[in-house]
Antibody
Framework: QVQLQESGPGLVKPSGTLSLTCAVS?????????WSWVRQPPGKGLEWIGE???????KYNPSLKSRVTISIDKSKNHFSLNLSSVTAADTAVYYC???????????WGQGTLVTVSS | EIVLTQSPGTLSLSPGGRATLSCRAS??????LAWFQQKPGQAPRLLIY???TRATGIPDRFSGSGSGTDFTLTISRLEPEDFAVYYC??????????FGQGTKVEIK
């Protein structure tokens, strides 16, 4: 069974870049599924950020597309999220998750809280 | 973007009761609809996919129905561990994948 673990700074300054990594075990990034990021502001609902295929192909939420980059490192078996020009509205729990074609998000990491504050 | 609207926002029920949650899509998603359960401090847990198929290990008191734009999650007899927030998610066609705003099932 695939296991996912997010890591990265818990505090980012406004206008800075949020950077997170998702370590994958029990599965290989050299094949499918889609490797995804989802976020959840405190007390609010879930928002899909984007996803990456093992080929490096990416898909992003149009609402965040101008600020998001998702990349993959097969040698380290992890994938990463960069979100630039952050504001307090980007404060959220960030989850990595897996999603196969025509499937929902099956496996999730435990999530990591990122706070945007000076 | 496909918008999912869940109702009610909060459902107050007693253990042993029956919960009926609704999810309505702004356009047809066929049967590409999933339901998740989320407890405080935890990641969402997949309950139902394909509108009506239970995920591995999910008790049969959870059932899903519907297709097109109208979907229902039913919990036949509420156990104490079922009090949580429930989200629907659509994965029809192409991104962005979207979630409903959630229904909280609380103890009455």
């Amino acid at each position: 069974q695939v296991q996912l673990q997010e890591s990265g700074p818990g505090l980012v300054k406004p206008s800075g870049t949020l950077s997170l990594t998702c370590a994958v075990s029990g599965g290989s990034l050299s094949s499918g599924p889609w490797w995804s990021w989802v976020r959840q502001p405190p007390g609010k609902g879930l928002e899909w950020i984007g996803e990456i295929w093992h080929t490096g192909a990416t898909k992003y939420n149009p609402s965040l597309k101008s600020r998001v980059t998702i990349s993959i490192d097969k040698s380290k078996n992890h994938f990463s999220l960069n979100l630039s020009s952050v504001t307090a509205a980007d404060t959220a729990v960030y989850y990595c998750a897996t999603k196969a074609a025509a499937s929902p998000f099956h496996y999730w990491g435990q999530g990591t809280l990122v706070t945007v504050s000076s | 973007e496909i918008v999912l609207t869940q109702s009610p926002g909060t459902l107050s029920l007693s253990p042993g009761g029956r919960a009926t949650l609704s999810c309505r899509a702004s356009q047809s998603v066929s049967s590409y609809l999933a339901w998740f359960q989320q407890k405080p401090g935890q990641a969402p847990r997949l309950l139902i996919y394909g509108a009506s198929t239970r995920a591995t290990g999910i008790p049969d008191r959870f059932s899903g129905s519907g297709s097109g734009t109208d979907f229902t999650l039913t919990i036949s007899r509420l156990e104490p561990e079922d009090f949580a927030v429930y989200y629907c998610q659509q994965y029809a066609g192409s991104p962005p994948w979207t979630f409903g705003q959630g229904t909280k099932v609380e103890i009455k």
